[in-house]
């Protein structure tokens, strides 16, 4: 299934990567960036894998096990979009 990012989505990768690199050095950022690239490609193989957010109707989370975040992304037609990657330890999305 074809993968879009959100603007927003784009605005928390370039976040994420920028905050990383900062304070854990280029390694951790990569390795970060690494695993989120393969969270997404198994979200595009399973797609209906996710949890869905009762409180979002048609918003799907996954959290990333080895790291503090948390992925958001909704099924359109033949499309996945990611709409947010969030810290994990950051208030709810909204109810989430």
């Known amino acids: 299934m074809k993968v879009e990012y959100a603007p927003r989505a784009i605005a928390d ?4 990567g920028e905050q ?6 280029e390694a951790v950022a ?6 989120i690239r393969a969270t997404v490609a ?5 797609p209906d894998g996710a949890q869905q957010l009762p409180q979002r109707p048609g918003v799907r989370v996954v959290p990333l096990v ?4 948390k992925i958001f ?3 359109i037609a033949d499309r996945i979009i990611i709409l947010h990657i969030r810290h994990a ?3 709810p999305w909204r109810a989430e």
């Open 13 to 16: 990768l370039r976040k994420i």
């Open 20 to 25: 990383s690199r900062r304070a854990f050095g």
């Open 30 to 35: 990569v390795a970060l960036e690494t695993y």
């Open 42 to 46: 198994r979200i595009a193989v399973i």
């Open 66 to 69: 080895r790291y503090p975040f």
């Open 73 to 75: 992304y909704t099924l």
């Open 89 to 91: 330890a950051r208030r």
